[in-house]
């Protein structure tokens, strides 16, 4: 047989049964698909396995698992560890637990590895930037130089042999949203293959990680067109990897004719500006998702530097006029649309003066209570 | 209906396939939301104009549907006869999302607390760059017209964060049928 033909009979059968794992014999493949409603956001689980594994436990284990992990990273439970790290700025340091640990470590790193363009401790200014108020206010600008002021990732001190964390200065936030998702997401995927499941792909919304393969192929994944919700720019193939995008198109509102949205630079207090989007593509969550946003507040330039210096990593860029730049060597990740740009409006076509332009906000919502997340530099990406 | 017309103005203004993600099938709910061993038997809740009411005061906004779906969650091996005991009920209920109706079942515990909730069906519309002819090479078996079908062609979409706003009105309103089904007289014994 050809291996065309053998191509096409694959597909063919892959469409009628289920595939049998070369590994298992007498395996009848089966994916098991689930969803759930976490982090202020839709999380999905894909596990593959054998009829008769326990897959639904097991998925309903990780669920489990990046809710006990999401209730210790949030900003928004009073009860979390990093709260309890927010309450005591300028007063102690607190011991943390080893999640807390290994996330504020990635942090720095990022931190770090971006001069500061990422930055945990960003929180102080997504007070002051509001997405869901309608009419949007542009806060003053001593506003923000004043809480600009209380963000500053260096004086967030890590103790390794206390194991504690401390902000030094009085009102000073840590803001866990830019990498919490990709973290959580990876840990789950590792759960779930210590648990006996290799093949699972966790999606906490866009912050996604991959482990073993879709049956007879990689874990695929679309990026995103920043301009055009159902457009794809690429499709990247996941090998035992993580993926995360940051968007300027998240949250966003217009006013004076300018829209600002809610990826903001912790040296101005202001919405970055430069880049649509940022995808990140790397071995660990943590590290995708932390990048991606402190990638789209330094731009093409400066971020594809930054990329080179991350071992495992690979960067997709699409500027302000939609065209797209990959870092070194990304080429073999990403698997471009030909031809593919963003959309070629300057910027989005539709926009109302002064109302929040959040994206497909839904009459159904207008009378919920704002999403707690609030705004963020970061909190999605 | 409401959810129709979302459907199709999101294919217009898209100008895309709309790709339904199906994650619990029906029969698969009372099993994912209560346990393996739970049995689902599905019912039909119809609301009098006083609780059509009550449910639009709960929920804080003028609700119109007076029907809806439910399964009863029983406690039992899957292989009996007859259920024991009342573990809960699980809604099936649409709510928009970004800008499509997500299908969620939101399981209510028997004495009125969530239990848990997930998502039945997502929907986006999606797809247009299948249409490229270099691109689509790398797809097998797929025609021109055919669009990328999550869950298919591709497993996931890297780019905006889904707000699970309407997951929380889902929540609400299952809790808010929950409590009017068992005050209706000869509610199943809890």
Redesign the interface.
Known sequence: MTGHAA??AA?ALAALAPAARADRPGCTEITL??????M???V?V?ARGCEGD?L??RV?EAFAEMARLAAILSEWDPGSAVSDVNRKAGLEPVRVPDELWEVLQAAQDASAATAGAFDATWAPLGDLWRFDLSPARVPAPEEVDRQRRLVGYRDLVLNPAEHSAFLARRGMRLGLGGLA?GYIAERAANLLVLRGVPDV?V?A????AARGR?GDRP??????D?RR????LA??ELRDES???A?D??RSFTVGGRRYHHVLDPKTGYPASGTR?V?VVAPHGVVADALDTGLLVLGTARGREVVASIPGAAALFVDDAGQLHLSAAAERVF?L???AASSGAADFPEERPGAPD???R????????P?PAGPRHAL?? | MRGWAAILAGAVLAGAASADQVFLRESEIAGALFGDQAIGVPKTLDLSDVELGELSRTVQRKVEVRRYSYLEAWSGPADAKSPKRLLGYAFLLDVVGQSLPISFAVGVKSDGTIQDVQVMIYREPYGEEIRERRFRAQFAGKKLQDPLVVGKDIDAISGATISSASAAYAVRKGLALAQILGRRPGAPPR
């Open positions: 191509l096409a597909v698909r689930r969803a759930k409603p976490m202020a956001t839709i999905t894909i326990p639904e436990l309903r998702k792909l999606a919304s866009g912050d996604i879709n874990w695929k994944v679309a990026v995103r920043p919700p159902s457009g794809a499709v990247v993926i995360s995008t968007g198109y998240e989007s995808t698997s649309v030909p031809g959040e994206e497909g839904a009459d159904d919502q207008a009378l919920l209570p999403n999605h990406r």
